[in-house]
């Protein structure tokens, strides 16, 4: 197998061609990763908050839809989903 490479679509991060983590930003300005299939919902109260599966909530600087759109992303390059 070639050298691993990693390939960085927006705000997706890819290895051997296949999505692992989307970025997102904390309220405080820092920058972080997280696994969108933990994802459970998303609520905007008006801040957003993202509750993992395991009941986790992180609080984040994005939109809902903008979370919802790099999570689809992800989805994308994961599962190979059309884009339209």
């Known amino acids: ?3 691993k490479q990693y390939v960085t ?3 997706v991060t890819v ?3 296949r999505a692992t983590m989307i970025r997102l930003t904390r ?9 969108a299939e933990l994802i ?3 609520e905007e109260v008006p801040d957003t908050i993202i509750t993992l599966r395991d009941g986790e909530k992180i609080l984040v600087a994005e ?3 903008t979370v919802v759109d790099r999570a689809l992303e992800y989805a994308r390059h994961t599962r190979f989903l059309p884009e339209n």
């Open 1 to 3: 197998m070639a050298d």
């Open 40 to 42: 459970k919902f998303i």
């Open 15 to 17: 290895k051997y061609w």
């Open 63 to 65: 939109d809902a839809d």
């Open 9 to 11: 679509y927006p705000h």
């Open 27 to 35: 309220r405080n300005g820092n920058s972080f990763v997280l696994n």
